[in-house]
């Protein structure tokens, strides 16, 4: 039984010893060439790269480490690959190199020779359509053959020139050589539009007087004129003067700036408008003691009327203070402390506004 068991193990070594020489001597014999082998090709053609198979083998390509028997690679510039295949325990190593060349490349410049204008909306495409663009093309192999497109109107006597494309969109163009075929695309650009600025003042209306003046400025003005324009009021009313004045109303509005520019290009600016409500809050009291704090009768938000008028009484009903458009500038004069009553009106752009009350001085030097 020893005899035996001694005997399987050294057939079971014998065994694994002629498995891997036999391995070995498998391996010795793998051809890892790669195909195609040296090759040129067009800009950007895509080269299939492959050796011949094993599932006990590694393969590791340079320069950009992909692994696996075939690669695909796209080439945009000479370069070497480099294929290294080898086994586990490195016992086993191939190595082949190829080197992948490209054609003269055809360079495509475009030059766009007509332009077209933007559409109003962006939601909208050019339905126009009047831009044309030549390419102009140099390397590779003249004589030069171009494709725009089925759809594409070219010259009829230069197929580089197309008709009749449409702004901001995207056109393919092939261009082929008595070698390669190219493709190159182009996005159709429009006129450029002027920079225009509106402005709106005040710019916070209010009730007691929506009044606003619109006015714009064309910050582009020296490369892009505008030839017309027209202000479009909510009331469907219209004028071209260049600040016009408009009354609002407390529903919310939007104003049409519509222009057109010296390449007869239109475009239209929304302005939204509001106008808000407004309660004018008196104050009761100020303390004219000359520590810079409350030491005049300040009214905030009076200049969101048209024009105010405050007089002032003292308990007797004599009129101690009186004055038109009030800005807030009353110290007490010479009055002493106490109270006095206020008359103070509100002419607004509908009505006008009365408020009464009382107002209390405190801290009078007198």
């Not at 075939?70 to 086994?87: A, G, M, P, Q, S």
């Not at 003042?201 to 490369?223: C, G, H, I, R, Y």
Request: contains cysteine; glycine residues 6%; charged residues 20%.
């Amino acid at each position: 039984m020893k005899a035996t068991a001694r005997y399987i193990r050294m057939l079971r070594k014998t065994v694994f010893i002629l498995l891997l020489f036999a391995g070995s001597h498998l391996h010795a014999q793998f051809d890892c060439t790669i195909f195609p082998g040296d090759t040129t090709v067009c800009y950007g053609q895509s080269v299939y790269l492959y050796t011949a198979f094993s599932d006990t083998l590694t393969y590791s390509w340079e320069p950009n480490g992909e692994t696996g028997v075939i690669i695909e690679v796209t080439v945009t510039d000479t370069v070497e690959y480099i294929l290294h295949v080898y086994n586990n325990d490195s016992s086993f190593h191939c190595t082949d190199t190829v080197l992948l060349s490209i054609y003269p490349r055809i360079i495509v410049e475009f030059e766009q020779l007509v332009f077209g204008c933007p559409p109003s909306d962006t939601n909208q495409v050019d339905t126009i359509c009047k831009a044309q663009v030549r390419a102009k093309t140099t390397g590779g192999y003249p004589p030069y053959h171009f494709f725009w497109g089925d759809s594409i109107i070219v010259n009829p006597g230069d197929s580089s020139w197309a008709l009749n494309l449409c702004v901001e969109q995207s056109y393919t163009l092939l261009v082929s050589d008595t070698v390669c075929v190219f493709a190159e695309e182009y996005d159709v650009l429009p006129f450029e539009m002027p920079d225009i600025e509106v402005t709106v003042e005040p710019d916070s209306l209010f009730e007691t007087n929506p009044q606003a003046v619109l006015s714009f400025e064309n910050k582009s003005a020296d490369s892009i004129a505008l030839t017309s324009w027209t202000w479009i009021f909510p009331d469907g009313s219209s004028t071209n003067q260049i600040a016009p004045s408009y009354v609002f109303t407390t529903n919310d509005s939007l104003v049409k700036f519509t222009y057109t520019t010296i390449d007869n290009c239109n475009d239209t600016i929304i302005i939204p408008i509001i106008v808000k409500e407004f309660e004018l809050i008196v104050p009761n009291v100020f303390t004219p003691n000359g520590d810079g704090i409350n030491d005049r009768y300040e009214i905030p938000y009076l200049d969101r009327y048209i024009s105010t008028e405050l007089l002032v009484f003292n308990r007797w009903g004599e009129l101690v203070f009186k004055e038109d458009n009030y800005t807030g500038n009353w110290d007490g004069g010479r009055l002493s402390d106490g109270v006095y009553f206020y008359v103070l009106k509100c002419q607004g752009y509908w009505k006008e506004d009365i408020y009464k009350g009382s107002v209390s001085i405190y801290g009078s030097r007198y």
